[in-house]
């Protein structure tokens, strides 16, 4: 009976092995220690180490042994370093009544802070500052959530500016608009046209924010990177190669600031 089954279904197949994570401890050729997020994942295919707003990652070919990977950490030790030195080094702290700017559409804002018996943050376009009333004693938890709803309310305003002038081209309108915390991609739209977009990208130059908008609305045009998809968006951001080079050389800075200001992992 097994053997009927089995040349009517065909051989059984295992099921895929899952990708699992842990972070390590890895002391460099300097002495220096450093957190490795070590992944392994039964798609990869050589070793590789890469850093982005998280932090360093491993990531290991189900069969590379765990002395394998520390020593490619270990070979690599000054690449790394220089990589999460550059990744934040720019990246302002969030200290009430101490920070004396923060960053927003391509430039650091003047911070004017206040002491209130309320949080509230507003933007005096008027003095070209950023002003902060908070209690004396605000805890710091809150502090980063109001940064990141201020964050997503000038996000929200920018394409509000932006989007009625691509409307007319469109097919059909995103169903829905949201920002999220990405930890690689720029932005994304859903089969269902649910846009989504990186809540970092209102701390860049506003013609690189604008571009990403452009790009995933292109998309409603051309769901893949086509040389049609490519038109479109050339047709409606002439200037797009300018603000992909902008990404590939400072994204990873990009978000490696929002991080350190908004994230509750600290």
């Avoid at 890895?26 to 490795?36: D, I, K, P, R, Y």
């Avoid at 360093?56 to 990977?69: E, H, K, N, V």
């Avoid at 009544?97 to 005096?124: F, N």
């Avoid at 690689?184 to 739209?189: E, I, V």
Wanted: positive net charge; hydrophobic residues 45%; aromatic residues 6%.
């Amino acid at each position: 009976m097994t053997s009927l089954l089995r040349l009517l279904t065909g051989p059984l197949k295992a099921a895929p092995r899952a990708i699992s994570r842990e972070t390590i401890a890895v002391t460099l050729a300097n002495g220096q220690t450093v957190e490795v997020l070590r992944v392994r994942d039964p798609r990869a295919r050589r070793i590789k180490l890469s850093v982005d707003e998280r932090g360093p990652r491993l990531t290991l070919p189900m069969r590379a042994s765990d002395i394998a990977g520390q020593r490619f950490v270990i070979q690599h030790g000054d690449w790394l370093l220089a990589q999460i030195a550059s990744a934040g080094s720019d990246a302002p702290d969030l200290q009430a009544h101490l920070t004396a700017y923060l960053p927003l559409r391509g430039r650091d804002v003047p911070v004017r802070w206040q002491v209130a018996r309320y949080l509230r943050l507003q933007l005096d376009e008027h003095e070209d500052a950023l002003l902060i009333a908070a209690p004396e004693t605000v805890n710091a938890k809150v502090l980063r959530r109001s940064l990141r709803d201020f964050y997503e309310g000038q996000a929200r305003a920018d394409v509000g500016r932006w989007l009625p002038k691509y409307l007319a081209g469109l097919p059909r309108a995103p169903s829905r608009l949201r920002y999220r915390v990405m930890s690689s991609q720029w932005g994304s739209l859903a089969p269902d046209g649910a846009l989504s977009l990186d809540l970092s990208l209102v701390l860049a130059p506003p013609a690189a924010f604008e571009y990403v908008l452009v790009h995933e609305l292109c998309h409603l045009i051309h769901a893949d990177h086509s040389c049609a998809f490519w038109r479109e968006v050339e047709l409606r951001c002439p200037a797009w190669r300018d603000q992909r080079e902008y990404f590939r050389a400072s994204g990873r800075t990009l978000k490696a600031g929002l991080r350190r200001l908004i994230a509750d992992d600290k």
